[in-house]
């Protein structure tokens, strides 16, 4: 029997005979529908493409050149469509670097700006050159590389973990390690992370989600104000989507870009942790008409941005252009792009910054149902990936529990943060929100079967939080009542002024022994609502050892000790720590906390709303102590499972009555955030004490109980 074996396209292409020359090179149409610069056995595929450009030329330079040694124009021969591609033969890709430059029409009315001068960053690069080392790059032109893929990924399964059962801790790259106190070998970067990972299983964590790691322009806007040397250090101003950030790598990988993050990655999931990438598709680094064009305005100015009807630039992302993400072209860009890193670097979930901007039509107005996002939930290679939106965007448009996401997303919720941070220094009339909050955001995301696959898409479409790196940190949440953002040079205008803080007696650093005692219970009382909350809680690192950022509640620009890690307090404040590890484990131990379990068998409710009389199932409007009380059958466990989570805002003692168990049993304080005589916090089982009845519940305090049946 004889077999034959169809010819692939890579097949062919690199092993017919080269059909023509430019330049000395020996070159021929090549793989139109392999966008970006691919390594072949005998050469290079390079595939671009624009609508509107009337011709494109490659350009191959030697490293860290500025002048092209070699430019190639794409003959009309080797256009399909809007899109050229011609292999190269005979290139080592170590040896050289490419960019592009295109010709078109210059009209800025009509959203065209081209210019042959400009040299153009491919947007599908796997590699960026000239950001290799942290903020002193300054405006030389971006090039690519050609990245040659060899890490091998063993047969480490896809994580299946469902949303609700993650404990999300978000980070900066950078910031997590560069303080001199944090220890590590390679401090602010990936290897400098994967030293701390040890760290990050004693706390307890199950997933990551790391600020943007994409190539990024710290450069841009770069100042000096009071002395210090501002930076985009956030990262919010991407370059290259396809591109990790080079300078957030120990050690020069030179056309193996990205290996030392793969190898992050592979640890981490290794360890249980999984990986979610902050993703920026609402703007680039190119700004508006006064900013930089380097890549997406030289290719095609008119499909990748909102544009007005006169040609200037939408701004509903605040930082000075808006991707035009609902064109089909952007759309294919931004799905090959997810695929990509889903595949190639094993990501677990994205998180999407400024989501709405991704239900915007192409002419800015808000779309019922946008086929970016519907594309994104439907996606076979996807289906497995988490995606979180932040449903607002900049242009007002705010989305909580409304995103258009055919329920396959899940959503930071707003309301969680402003109502929870409220009700918890005291703003009584933020009762009801709040409670609502706890129990899951029922009335936003409660009762809603997916469109996607039939599912129940409640507690999984609700991540809630308190603290991210946009505000204050949870430290200064009851530091400062107001911010103090004066070394960002902007006069103290920006950041946002609803922050629902309170300093607890002193604005700011103070020895008051009695404001800073109250400070770290207003903590603890965050935590222990926030792990005893329905749905995906998330915080911010340092959150767990009181990290400060001196009241500054917008440190994007603030590459310095504002923003990184003081790894010192972790010693100073260890108790504050093993308390969040001990929420952490409480939370993972009892899944009735995180999701909706069958109907107890004692036949007690699921889910009530309680006010300091278990009896009552109502709060008063004014009510400034309310408790949430969690029953269902958990199977693994093989009985029920009951907790009671007590939250009294009030500065004086109040006395609550705990349900009566309809089977045979009693109820034990686990958490104690007041603290008891020996200023002890939580009781493992065995250390419990039963709670017979009532309970007085000290100020400002949380209490969480579990209920036991006897045996």
């Known amino acids: 029997m004889i077999f034959y074996r169809h010819k692939s396209t890579m097949d062919i292409a690199t092993s017919v005979n080269p059909m023509g020359e430019i330049h000395g090179f020996p070159v021929r149409p090549g793989m139109f529908d392999i966008n970006g610069a691919t390594a072949l056995p005998a050469g290079v595929n390079f595939t671009v493409h624009t609508h509107y450009g009337t011709s494109c030329e490659l350009l191959l330079f030697h490293k860290g050149e500025e002048e092209p040694y070699a430019v190639l124009p794409f003959p009309e021969a080797y256009k399909i469509g809007d899109v050229y591609s011609m292999i190269v033969y005979g290139l080592n890709i170590e040896d050289f670097e490419y960019a592009y430059r295109i010709n078109g029409p210059y009209d800025p009315k009509n959203g065209h700006i081209f210019d042959q001068s400009k040299v153009l960053l491919d947007p599908y690069a796997r590699a960026v050159t000239g950001q290799r080392i942290w903020g002193v790059h300054g405006e030389r032109q ?114 193996a870009e990205g290996t030392e993050l793969k190898m992050l990655i592979k640890a981490l999931h290794e360890n249980g942790i999984e990986v979610i ?116 965007d900049a242009g007002g448009l705010y989305q909580v529990g409304s995103f258009p996401a055919s329920r396959r997303w899940a959503e930071w919720n707003g309301r969680y943060r402003d ?27 409660g009762g809603h079967y997916s469109d996607y696959d039939g599912s129940y898409a409640g507690y999984n479409s609700c991540v809630n939080f308190l603290t991210c790196h946009d505000g204050f940190s949870l430290y200064d949440l009851y530091s400062y009542n107001e911010k103090h ?10 950041g946002s002024n609803d922050n629902r803080s309170w300093n607890c007696g002193a604005e700011g650093e103070t020895g008051d022994p009695e404001v800073l005692a109250l400070r770290y219970r207003m903590i603890r009382n965050a935590c222990a609502v926030l792990m005893c909350s329905r749905g995906t809680p998330m915080f911010l690192a340092g959150d767990e050892f009181g990290n400060t950022q001196y009241g500054n509640n917008n440190c994007y620009c603030q590459d310095n000790e504002i923003s990184w890690l003081d790894w010192t307090l972790l010693e100073k404040n260890r108790s504050l720590f093993e308390f969040f590890r001990f929420m952490i484990e409480y939370r993972q131990k009892h899944a009735i906390i ?40 958990d199977a693994e466990m093989g009985h029920d499972d009951f907790v009671y989570v007590a939250v ?41 004490a039963m709670i017979t009845g009532e309970f007085v519940m000290r100020p400002r305090s949380v209490a969480v109980f579990t209920g036991r049946v006897f045996r």
């Open 485 to 494: 953002n004066w070394g960002n040079g902007w006069n103290n205008t920006d």
């Open 594 to 633: 995180r999701k909706k379990l069958p109907d107890a068998l004692c036949g007690m409710a699921g889910m009530y709303i309680h006010d300091v009389n278990a009896e009552r199932m109502s709060l008063p409007p004014d009510a400034r102590t309310f408790c949430v009380s969690f029953i269902g059958y």
């Open 277 to 392: 990438l902050d993703v920026v598709f609402n703007h680039t680094a190119e700004g508006n008409d006064k900013g930089r064009t380097f890549s997406f305005k030289g290719f095609d100015n008119k499909i990748y941005y909102m544009l007005t009807p006169d040609g200037n630039y939408y701004n509903f992302s605040g930082c000075g252009n808006t991707l035009n993400c609902n064109h089909p072209v952007v759309q294919q860009m931004i799905l090959e792009c997810l695929r990509y890193w889903t595949v190639y670097y094993r990501v677990d979930g994205f998180r999407f910054d400024l989501a709405s901007i991704l239900g915007r039509n192409t002419d800015g107005s808000p779309m019922k149902n946008p086929p970016l996002l519907k594309s994104l939930a439907y996606d076979p290679v996807l289906s497995n990936v988490k995606l979180i939106a932040e449903a607002w």
């Open 142 to 255: 971006y090039h690519a590389r050609v990245v040659r893929d060899s890490f091998d990924w063993g047969d480490m399964p896809q994580s299946d973990r469902e949303m609700s059962d993650l404990v999300i801790y978000e980070l900066h790259v950078r910031g997590f390690t560069q303080h001199s106190s944090s220890g590590v070998e390679h401090p602010g970067t990936f290897a400098g992370l994967m030293e701390k990972i040890p760290y990050l299983k004693e706390l307890g964590i199950n997933a990551v989600e790391l600020m943007p790691i994409f190539e990024f322009d710290e450069m841009m806007n770069a100042r000096e104000v009071d002395g210090k040397h501002l930076l985009e250090y956030w990262g919010y101003n991407t370059v290259g989507f396809f591109a990790p950030n080079t300078s957030y790598t120990a050690a020069e990988e030179y056309n």
């Open 648 to 688: 009294n805002t009030y500065w004086e003692d109040v006395t609550i009555t705990l349900p009566r168990l309809k089977a045979a049993g009693a109820w034990y304080l686990s958490v104690n955030t007041y603290g008891d005589e020996n200023g002890k916090y939580f009781y493992r089982e065995g250390e419990e």
């Open 419 to 445: 109502a929870v941070r409220g009700f918890l220094k005291g703003d009584c009339w933020e009762s009801w929100n709040a409670a609502q909050s706890i129990c899951g955001s029922g009335d936003l995301y």
